[in-house]
């Protein structure tokens, strides 16, 4: 199922949705851990970050009583499983993974189920059925990127793909929509792909090795942490700047509107908030607490575009990332939306 991206979501922010009844089963003395693959970009951190603040006023409100994260020293499957391991034996209750593999975790996550805890999973889910999954349309957000490149480009161009960190499901699936983009859209070809990790510095170096055997480029199709990295590439390089989609870095978003304000350059962005994990809590909170929840959920892209930008950046902290923040009358919203096949509610701009 797709998630329809952007401008959608604001007219059914509007539209009024009834509010959904949270959940209200005792959960103050239930403990939900965090597991985490990879803390090596500015998404992760601020994911990282989003986790923290929501995690500590629940705990101070007596909702929960503890709620850590933990982070594999590599971004290795077998690590995070024995991480996940130590979890059921120190007796957690929930446990929100952002998984390295949707596969290779799955042995783990069915011991952790089978022990009686509750698995949530978002970002990079997991397959395996006892858990649970909160899904982006990561391939939605691929195509959605030569969806706007066909209207500012209507005669197709050379473009340059920047993918993410190979191996996880996120990187397959964003590759995976802007190839059906392409395909959807006649004149547009792949002339070359770089894996750029979602870190600028890595998508610079490796945009500014493959750009010398590259013809003219019109547009790069970007994954998020990568936007600026290849603008400082093709600069380095003399080459003319392309239109390059952002991924809703701070340094990204501040290059853009230099570049508006010098000469009018115009693209978009878009990723998912980094507050998703805010999401991946309430839900297993949500859970503890009694609620029906149907183990697929959906959650919006954060799309910034033109007329939008200043806004935006000033939601963006300085070498964060743009954000929302999810509360659990939101997922309870959500939840709700999913269940009784109602749109799901915007993502949250203030």
């Keep these: 199922m797709r998630v329809l991206l952007g401008a959608a979501f604001a007219v059914l922010a509007g539209a009024g949705l009834a509010r959904a009844e949270v959940a209200s089963g005792d959960t103050s003395g239930k403990r939900i851990a965090l597991s985490n693959n990879f803390a090596g970009n500015s998404w992760r951190q601020s994911m990282l970050k989003s986790w923290e603040e929501t995690a500590s006023k629940a705990v101070k409100a007596g909702i929960v009583a503890e709620a850590p994260s933990f982070t594999t020293a590599e971004n290795q499957a077998t690590e995070q499983a024995a991480q996940i ?122 945009v500014a090795g493959l750009l010398p055997t590259l013809p003219k480029i019109d547009a ?46 115009e693209t978009m962005s878009l990723s998912i908030a980094p507050a998703a994990a805010q999401v991946g809590f309430w839900t297993a909170q949500q859970i503890l607490a009694g609620s029906d929840v149907p183990k697929d959920l959906l959650l919006p892209t954060l799309v910034v575009e033109q007329a939008d930008l200043d806004k935006w950046i000033a939601r963006t902290p300085e070498g964060g990332v743009t954000n929302a923040t999810y509360t659990q009358e939101w997922t309870a919203e959500m939840i709700d939306a999913v269940k009784n096949g109602k749109p799901v509610p915007a993502t949250p701009s203030e």
């Design 220 to 265: 790069v199709v970007t994954q998020g942490g990568d936007g600026y990295g290849a603008a400082q590439a093709f600069k380095a390089a003399g080459r003319d700047m392309p239109l390059i989609i952002m991924g809703n870095r701070s340094d990204e978003l501040a290059w853009w509107k230099a570049q508006r304000d010098q000469n009018g350059y």
């Design 85 to 206: 391991q130590n979890m059921i034996l120190e007796g957690f209750d929930a446990i929100v993974v952002d998984a390295a593999s949707p596969t290779a975790l799955n042995g783990t996550i069915k011991e952790a189920c089978d022990a009686g805890v509750v698995v949530v999973s978002f970002d990079g889910i997991v397959t395996e059925p006892c858990a649970w999954r909160i899904v982006i349309d990561f391939a939605g957000m691929g195509e959605a990127q030569v969806d706007y490149l066909a209207k500012r480009l209507p005669d197709g161009g050379k473009l340059l793909e920047i993918r993410g960190l190979a191996g996880v499901s996120v990187d397959d699936e964003i590759h995976k929509g802007i190839v059906e983009g392409v395909e959807k859209h006649e004149g547009f070809e792949i002339a070359g792909s770089v894996h750029g990790d979602w870190t600028q510095t890595v998508a610079q170096r490796e």
